[in-house]
C-alpha cells in the first residue's frame, strides 16, 4: 500500500493477520517541542519512523545547563537514529534524485537520505526551523505539516497562544501540505476542538498535542495511497500568528480586565505574563476578570483591594482584576493566599 512493494520468496511462509501495514512507508520526522512528542510516539507506533531531525541542544533554566530537545529525548527512547544540524535551509535534491548541499552540520543527515532515497514523506511537527524545497521535492508524497490551528486562522509560529489572546471559543489541528509560504499550503484534514472559558495556552497545547497524533495517524495512510486530497485554503478569514514576543507577555493595566484574563492565560505557564511590583518584575500565572466593583474609579494597575485571601486590581473601562497565582523573583509560583501571607500589600498601591 504505500511505497514500493517487498518481494516476497516462494519459501516464505503465509504471515498471520495483523491490523499494521503490510508494507511500512519510510517517515522522517522533523520536530523540536514536547509538543511534537505525542506525534512521533504515534507515528512510530503505527507506521515506524526512519529518522528524526530535531534542532541543536541548547541552555535551558535559570542555570542554563545545556539540554536536549524533547524530541531527541524521545528519539533515543525508541532507539530512532536523531540528527540535529544547526539548517536543513542549505540542503539540494538535484535530476539524479539525490541530497547535496546542506551546513557542515547537516552532512550525515544528508548522507542518510541519499541511503533511504525512496521517502514516502517528511512529517513536519513544530521544528521551527525553515524547510527547504529539497524536502518537498525529495519525498514521494513531500512535505506533512501538523498545525495547532484551523487553517487559515492562525497562521504562524504561536496559534495557541493567539487564539486565546483573541478570545476564540474553539481551535483544532489542520494536516497540510507544506508550500513555500507561511503555513498557506493545502489542507488534507481539520478537527476542531472547543476552548474552554477558563483555557491556558498550557491546556489547549496539551489538548491539540494529542489531537496532532490522532488526526496524523488517521489521515497518513490515505494520504500516502493518494485517497485523500488536499484542498487549497481559502484566503478569506486568514490570520496571522507571528512568534510571540517578550512584549506580549506585558501587562497594560489601562486594558479591560477581560482582555487582561486572556492575555495572562495565553501566557501561562510560559513565558508568565509580566507586571513590575514596588520595582521589581512579577509574573502573573493565573487571574478572574471583575466587571464591577467598589474599587473602581482607581487609576489602572492600583490595588483597589487585599486581605488574607485576595488581591484585586483596577484596569481599564472601570473593570478589575482578581490576582489568582503570583510569582516574585527567584521564588515559584503561588496562589494568591500563600503569596500575601509573605507579601505586605496594601491598598493604594500601583503595579506598573
Known amino acids: 500500500m504505500f511505497g514500493r512493494k517487498k518481494k516476497q520468496t516462494e519459501e516464505a511462509k503465509p504471515s498471520e493477520p495483523t491490523d499494521e501495514p503490510e508494507d511500512k512507508p519510510t517517515l522522517i520526522f522533523c520536530g523540536t517541542p514536547g509538543f511534537s512528542v505525542p506525534c512521533l510516539k504515534a507515528l512510530h507506533q503505527k507506521f515506524g519512523v526512519a529518522a528524526v531531525v530535531s534542532q541543536p541542544d541548547k541552555p535551558v533554566g535559570r ?30 535534491f538535484d535530476e539524479e534524485n539525490r541530497f547535496g548541499g546542506g551546513s557542515a552540520s547537516a552532512q550525515s543527515f ?26 518537498m521535492a525529495g519525498a514521494r508524497c513531500g512535505v506533512l505539516n501538523v498545525h495547532a490551528s484551523l487553517l487559515p486562522r492562525w497562521r504562524g509560529a504561536a496559534p495557541i497562544q493567539y487564539a486565546i489572546r483573541s478570545g476564540d471559543d474553539r481551535s483544532g489541528i489542520s494536516i497540510m501540505q507544506i508550500d513555500e509560504g507561511l503555513d498557506t499550503g493545502p489542507v488534507f484534514s481539520m478537527r476542531p ?18 489531537l496532532g497524533a490522532e488526526l496524523l495517524c488517521e489521515s497518513l495512510p490515505r494520504i500516502l495511497d493518494g485517497s ?3 484542498e487549497p485554503q481559502r484566503e478569506a478569514g486568514a490570520m496571522h500568528a507571528p512568534k510571540w514576543r517578550k512584549e506580549d507577555a506585558v501587562v497594560d493595566w489601562s486594558l479591560p480586565a477581560e482582555e487582561l484574563d486572556r ?31 467598589a474599587g473602581i474609579g482607581k487609576a489602572p494597575g492600583t490595588v483597589v483591594k487585599c486581605d488574607k485571601q485576595s488581591l484585586v486590581v ?22 494568591i493566599a500563600e503569596f500575601l501571607a509573605g507579601a505586605a500589600v496594601f491598598e493604594g498601591e500601583l503595579l506598573s
Not at 545545556?66 to 544547526?86: D, G, M, N, R, W
Not at 542518510?112 to 521551527?128: E, K, T
Not at 495572562?264 to 466587571?291: E, M, V, W
Not at 478589575?320 to 515559584?332: M, W
Open 228 to 230: 485523500l486530497s488536499a
Open 314 to 335: 483596577a484596569a481599564g473601562d472601570g473593570s478589575c482584576l482578581e490576582l489568582l497565582r503570583l510569582q516574585l523573583p527567584g521564588k515559584r509560583p503561588l496562589d
Open 193 to 210: 476542538v472547543e476552548i474552554d472559558p477558563r483555557e491556558t495556552a498550557g491546556s489547549l497545547h496539551d489538548k491539540l498535542s494529542l
Open 63 to 92: 542555570g542554563m545547563e545545556v539540554a536536549p530537545p524533547a524530541v531527541k529525548t524521545a528519539a533515543e527512547e525508541l532507539s530512532i537514529p536523531c540528527f540535529q544540524p544547526k539548517s536543513i535551509k542549505s540542503i539540494t
Open 263 to 293: 492575555q495572562i492565560r495565553a501566557c501561562s505557564p510560559r513565558p508568565g505574563a509580566r507586571a513590575n511590583f514596588r520595582g521589581n518584575p512579577i509574573k502573573i500565572y493565573n487571574a478572574k476578570p471583575l466587571q464591577s466593583y
Open 110 to 135: 544528508v548522507e542518510f537520505l541519499n541511503q533511504h532515497s525512496a521517502i514516502d514523506a517528511f512529517i513536519v511537527v513544530a521544528y521551527g526551523k525553515m524547510i527547504p524545497r529539497s524536502l
